[in-house]
């Protein structure tokens, strides 16, 4: 696929060659650090020592001081608290935390993840009666809830209170809930608005350590989940989510839960985890359970205090997530090939694809697979109890949940954010709703918006890297959007005379400056063996790459993993 090379603007001079002194750091470092915002000696510390003690007061969120007094008057009265989340990783993450530390504090609680076939996505009713029938009558709703404001009136019907720490974006009116934690919300005046839905749940938590004095060195392992959700979730890393994410990938490294550690050794992963692993390995794994079984099953992993319970979990798990793995691949395939068959299709702005016996649990990664080679928004549908359901991704810059919004008259429900959301329609309004959507878009989107860019960090020569630039470049991480791993572009160089392709379509080489033929590079370009002739027969080019470890052997090496490559 045609990539587009954007090239970021250069920061202000005087201040990169200002705090490279500051720093003793190369120029080419100091102005990544400016293109992020990071000007001055005090704001590189907090960047490359992120410290737990600037996380915000978590009181600042409106509702915190309702939420805690509740769950505090809940504790006391001996009341039956029912933690409830939604499926996906971010859900099930925040349900383990709120579960797990609560449970310190009282006998009388327990979970509940709605069934995403019989019930569907957020708060469901058959939920409530559980809630009614068990004799619970506070329920804290993690990761959904923000519009779930006929449920919420129900409950409040049979006596049951709600706290809602949601992330999504809320409708014009907002339940009548105790408490709704959400710092989207127009009248929250919370600094930072990107918390997953797990990390308005740890905010919660803080809140009540903070009111019972708990220290917050006991808030420490709860990280571990913050951080998986940060990464599921595609929340950015910046800002809070960049220290939450910091010391959760500690603690996950130094000392994982039970139920990670045993995904990890079933799967011999034995390097340090980065975000990227997060979001490979274990991310996959804990949603395969919401949506092939049930979300129960990911919660029971990720609560399990002991090796043999966390053994049974993580393998059951991993057998879901092979047979998950195999939908994903079967209808990718099907997509694609109804995409091929269909000129129409094929010169639409958008996707939207349906068919009635997709599997519900892997629409979204279908609609993101697609995006892969046909860049623009997507949507895919199944059906489910009567009615057209699935997902919607999105393509840089583009807010996909306006423009489902703007064909609302033609949906039963919908929900989510820019780059991804839910929906679900009739039957008999699927075609009047493609033809809208896509009118929406094409009319809306830019024309570039459809072509994948790669954004360059800065173009630099290869004598400019070196072992102390690539230390300083490593202490940039955790990357993830937000903060990607820095992209550099050297021009006018040649692979020494050891191209191979490896896999199918992948590219093996050793870089050189023909300028400077002492200083090499490993690399590797995945997807792009067909470059190979050229390059081979030595002809100059430029590439894009990001610059990463390569362990190989025990060995550890610089390796350039190449995003493109032009002639
Ligand atoms: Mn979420």
């Given at each position: 696929m045609e990539k587009r090379w954007v090239i970021k603007e250069a920061a202000d001079a005087t201040t990169v060659a200002q705090l490279a002194l500051e720093l003793g750091i190369d120029n080419v470092l100091a102005q990544l650090l400016v293109q992020r915002g990071i000007s001055s000696f005090e704001e590189a510390k907090s960047f490359f020592r992120p410290s737990l003690d600037n996380l915000h007061d978590p009181f600042l969120m409106k509702d915190m001081d309702a939420a805690v007094s509740r769950i505090k008057k809940a504790l006391e009265k001996k009341e039956k608290i029912l933690i409830y989340g939604d499926y996906d990783v971010d859900g099930t993450t925040a349900v383990a935390l709120v579960f797990s530390f609560l449970k310190l504090h009282t006998e009388l609680i327990d979970y509940y993840i709605p069934d995403r076939y019989t019930e569907g996505y957020g708060i469901s009713f058959a939920g409530i009666d559980y809630a009614k029938q068990h004799h619970f009558s506070l329920i804290i709703a993690l990761d959904?809830?923000?519009?779930?404001n006929d449920k919420i009136d129900y409950a409040n019907e049979l006596g049951i209170d709600f706290i809602i720490c949601d992330h999504h974006r809320p409708g014009s009116e907002l339940p009548k809930a105790i408490a709704v934690l959400d710092p989207k919300r127009e009248d929250c005046q919370y600094p930072f608005d990107e918390l997953s839905g797990c990390g308005i749940g740890f905010k919660l938590i803080q809140a009540f350590a903070a009111r019972k004095k708990i220290p917050f060195n006991q808030l420490e392992p709860l990280l571990e989940f913050v951080v998986i959700s940060i990464a599921a979730d595609i929340v950015p890393i910046h800002g809070e989510n960049r220290i939450l994410s910091y010391y959760g990938l500690l603690q996950i490294n130094k000392l994982p839960s039970p139920g990670i550690k045993a995904i990890l050794e079933l799967n011999k992963v034995k390097r340090e985890l980065t975000i990227s692993d997060l979001v490979f390995i274990i991310g996959p794994r804990i949603n395969a359970a919401g949506r092939i079984e049930n979300g129960k099953k990911a919660v029971e992993l990720l609560v399990s205090d002991n090796v043999t319970s966390a053994n049974i979990s993580s393998r059951s798990i991993n057998i879901t997530n092979t047979e998950r793995k195999s939908l994903d691949t079967l209808i990718t395939q099907q997509a694609l090939t109804l995409i091929n068959e269909n000129t129409e299709l094929q010169k639409a702005k958008t996707t939207v694809l349906f068919q009635s016996d997709w599997h519900k649990g892997v629409v979204g990664i279908v609609a993101s697979r697609l995006i892969e080679k046909f860049y623009r928004p997507t949507i895919v549908l199944t059906e489910s109890n009567g009615k057209a359901t699935g997902s919607a991704r999105s393509v840089k810059g583009f807010d996909v949940y306006n423009a489902i919004e703007a064909c609302a008259d033609l949906l039963e429900q919908f929900g989510g954010h820019m780059y991804a959301a839910g929906l679900t329609l009739k039957l008999e309004n699927l075609d009047a709703f493609r033809k809208k959507f896509e009118a929406v878009v094409a009319s809306t989107i830019h024309e570039s918006m459809l072509v994948p860019e790669i954004e360059i960090d800065a173009l630099i020569g290869?004598?400019?890297?070196n072992p102390k630039f690539f230390r300083v470049l490593k202490q940039f991480a955790p990357f993830g959007p937000g903060n990607h791993a820095p992209v550099f572009m050297t021009k006018n160089i040649m692979d020494k005379g050891s191209i191979r392709i490896v896999g199918i379509n992948h590219l093996k080489m050793d870089l050189q400056d023909p300028q400077n033929e002492r200083v090499s590079f490993p690399a590797i370009a995945f997807g792009l063996a067909e470059h190979f002739d050229p390059i081979l027969n030595r002809k100059p080019f430029s590439v894009c790459y990001a610059i990463e470890e390569n362990e190989y052997n025990g060995t550890v090496s610089m390796q350039l993993n190449v995003k493109d490559i032009r002639f």
């Open positions: 959904c809830g923000i519009k779930s290869f004598n400019q890297i």
